[in-house]
């Protein structure tokens, strides 16, 4: 499970994130919205310890992220980020793009990590792309290396930051499948989107995000249905 109690953040003068409380229990699939520039990235950044706090605390399955003695390397392997945009290398086939991390960072030999990347590869469909050099995918095809290679570190949790953002409207379907089939597995996810129905239809819990703070949080059907709050309201009708 994942608590956030009270956090601060800033970069220089400029405080981005305002006290911030919410947990994410085991298996919940809570998506966070919110205008640009609201601190959504910035929150799942502090979630690994990519980004140190100014105050508060995170805990991660009862380790303290930002305390100094924390193992970040070992706590990162169980929390699988997917931004906007993976650059895989170029060089290197799918299947080796995807056996890198479960190679040099898990250690696993070659026919381990060979075995994983497969596997993964098959559950978000890229079955038959395993010889293809990443430049040959589509976008769409891209993320879905990209969630195959988070998972091939059998994560705990998956963050997503917009991993649909980035793709043509028709490839953003078959990302958004992917996703929905690792929430029906019972992976637990923070998903930052603008794709509001996917949310309403994937999450648990929705966060409204603004200005740093949680302007409005709950269930889909409250945040999202029956907004409580008149910015939460205007914010969806700008995306809708
Ligand atoms: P969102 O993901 O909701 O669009 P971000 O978390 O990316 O928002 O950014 C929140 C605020 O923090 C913005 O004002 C942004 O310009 C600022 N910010 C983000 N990253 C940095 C950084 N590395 N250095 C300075 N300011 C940053
Ligand atoms: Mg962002």
């Keep these: 499970m994942i608590e956030i109690n ?3 953040k800033s970069f220089g003068d400029l405080e981005v994130i305002k006290g ?3 947990t994410v229990k085991k298996g919940e699939v809570v998506s966070i919205i919110g205008g640009s520039g609201s601190g ?3 929150l799942l950044m ?3 310890g990519l980004e140190p706090i100014r105050q508060g605390n995170i805990w991660v399955d009862g380790i303290e992220v930002h305390n100094p003695t924390t193992n970040l390397n070992k706590l990162r392997q169980k929390i699988g980020i997917v931004f906007q945009q993976w650059n895989a290398f170029p060089h290197l086939t799918v299947l080796e793009n995807v056996m890198l991390a479960p190679r040099k960072v898990l250690g696993l030999s070659k026919a381990e990590a060979e075995a994983m990347a497969v596997k993964q590869l098959k559950h978000v469909g890229l079955g038959d792309k395993l010889k293809v050099f990443p430049g040959r995918l589509s976008g769409g095809q891209q993320q879905r290396m990209a969630i195959a290679r988070a998972l091939a570190m059998s994560p705990d949790y998956m963050l997503f930051d917009e991993a649909t953002s980035a793709l043509d409207p028709q490839l953003v379907g078959e990302v958004l499948d992917t996703m929905r ?3 029906e597995d019972g992976m637990t996810m ?3 989107t603008h794709e509001i129905r ?3 239809d994937v999450s648990d819990r929705v966060a409204f995000f603004r200005n740093g703070v949680i302007h409005e949080i709950g269930t889909p059907d409250e ?3 029956h907004p409580q709050k008149p910015e939460t309201a205007e914010f969806l009708k700008s995306v809708v």
């Design 6 to 8: 009270d956090v601060h």
């Design 20 to 22: 911030v409380s919410m």
């Design 40 to 42: 959504k990235s910035t």
């Design 46 to 48: 502090c979630l690994n």
């Design 181 to 183: 089939m690792l929430a």
């Design 190 to 192: 923070v998903l930052v």
């Design 198 to 200: 996917f949310a309403r």
């Design 223 to 225: 945040v999202i249905g």
